[in-house]
């Protein structure tokens, strides 16, 4: 929904700088008698592909939501990256591939303003958005919903609720009985009417309401709204009813997606153990020498079906690291190697996991397994968690690619509603998405432990 155009009119913003910085290079650096884009098209169009491929990779769109100096890493990256494979990619046309001073020319310009219009965003984003005034229609019990929207839109402004009275100072302001709702929104000013899990619906309420959203308002479910904009299933505002009627958890149901992910599976992990053998090898020499204990840890598993798997991984803590049984990794473990933080953070932990893809009991991606020990607790205290074990855990996923690694239960429960999302919209596409996000997490790692 919002994201979407938002990410959509970003993107628009750097393809017209790369064409603004290929027009100005082919003036400056190609013979007048010479056209950018007629005389270089595959030079252009490799280059506004590779580009927009690693911008996208990257994530660096993530504009006015983190550090700046981030930003400026990912767009410099990007653009190495970009020029690099767009002058290899046109390297086999003699007549379509641009000089070195062209090209110098040509990086310097697209890190230029593709950097310099998130600056200008980041200068102006409290000028160039306007904030969403919601109207609530049900009660928000425990400021939940609040919460949520704070999470997935931080600068909208809730102005209260139409719905039962007397419900505490929690439930925000009363603004009316359910029935008057598009007159409250109109009187207040709501660009966003938003419906509540106990949203008091009669037939006369909601065709009004459906009235008023196929005249342009904006009028939206939260859990659909959430799942859309925030991209993970809200635990506080979902049930056992709306699960069952929602679109998705189709997996189990189908079975060609279900054959054709498998056979991705084998195929790529078989490939990538071939390539990344000479990496795990110097990986297991190194681990060997920096400190004593087996070079491959194993440990147990929960995965499809709650059956458990061994599962294998580089060595990146003292062999000793639970001798009192098991914990939660945190932030600077003092269990884990010198050598350990490094192979954490850019994933060479996990290559011998590929052995484990291939075997079947993981895939490439799904829900990160976890240990018995904590599965018996977690589904005590947060809804739903079993779901997540409907489907083969992974090397990668959703909540990994989206969320720091989790050291709590608080952790545990965000990461679900993550796992809850990719299970219900799972494709092969979203598959493709998530492992793009995976080499960007890789080459900007973030809460690895």
């Known amino acids: 929904m919002i994201s979407v155009y938002r990410r959509a009119l970003l993107q628009t913003l750097d393809i017209f700088c790369l064409l603004l910085a290929l027009t100005i290079s082919g003036v400056t650096t190609i013979a007048p008698d010479l056209s950018v884009f007629d005389d270089y098209t595959g030079a252009s169009l490799f280059t506004v592909f590779f580009y927009m491929l690693f911008f996208y990779i990257l994530d660096a769109y993530s504009v006015a939501q983190e550090d700046f100096r981030e930003t400026t890493g990912r767009v410099l990256v990007a653009c190495c ?28 310009l697209s890190f230029v303003f593709c950097l310099g219009w998130r600056w200008l965003y980041y200068r102006n984003a409290d000028k160039v ?5 919601v109207l609530l229609v049900g009660v928000d019990t425990a400021g939940k919903v609040r919460q949520l929207l704070a999470e997935g839109l931080p600068k909208a402004s809730i102005i209260g609720y139409v719905g039962e009275p007397g419900q505490g100072p929690e439930a925000g302001e009363y603004l009316g009985p359910p029935f008057m709702a598009l007159e409250v929104a109109k009187k207040k000013g709501a660009t966003m009417i ?36 925030v991209q993970r299933l809200p635990l506080s505002q979902i049930n056992d009813e709306w699960l069952l ?59 499809l079906h709650e059956k458990e798997f061994t599962v294998y991984k580089f060595r990146s803590m003292r062999s000793d690291a639970e001798k009192n049984g098991a914990v939660w990794a945190s932030a600077n473990d003092a269990r884990v190697t010198r050598f350990g933080k490094f192979i954490r953070k850019v994933r060479i932990d996990e290559l011998p996991q590929l052995w ?7 895939s490439f991606i799904g829900p990160r397994p976890e240990r018995m020990a904590f599965v018996r607790e977690l589904r005590k ?47 092969m596409l979203l598959d493709i998405h998530i492992l793009f996000k995976t080499v960007g997490v890789v080459l900007f790692p973030k809460g690895a432990r």
């Open 81 to 108: 990256l970009g020029i690099i494979s767009s002058a290899t990619a046109s390297y086999a046309f003699d007549h379509w591939r641009f000089d070195r001073e062209t090209l110098l020319f040509l990086f310097t």
């Open 381 to 427: 205290t947060i809804p739903y968690y079993s779901l997540r074990h409907t489907v083969k855990p992974g090397l990668t996923g959703w909540a990994q690619v989206r969320y720091p690694y989790g050291a709590s239960e608080e952790d545990a429960r965000r990461k679900l509603e993550y796992d809850l999302y990719y299970i219900k919209n799972m494709s």
């Open 245 to 303: 009627q929602t679109e998705g958890f189709s997996l189990n149901t189908r079975g060609s997606l279900r054959r054709l992910k498998r056979a991705l599976d084998v195929g790529i992990s078989l490939v990538l153990l071939i390539l990344t053998l000479p990496v795990m090898l110097i990986t297991a020499l190194i681990v060997r020498l920096e400190s004593p204990g087996p070079v491959i840890y194993k440990q147990d598993r929960v995965g």
């Open 194 to 229: 938003v419906l509540l899990p106990d949203a008091p619906l009669d037939d006369d309420i909601a065709h009004e309401l459906l009235e008023a959203k196929l005249r342009g308002r904006m009028v939206v479910d939260i859990r659909s709204f959430y799942e859309h904009v």
């Open 129 to 133: 958005t306007h904030p969403l005034r």
């Open 356 to 362: 484990n893809v291939l075997k079947g009991d993981m």
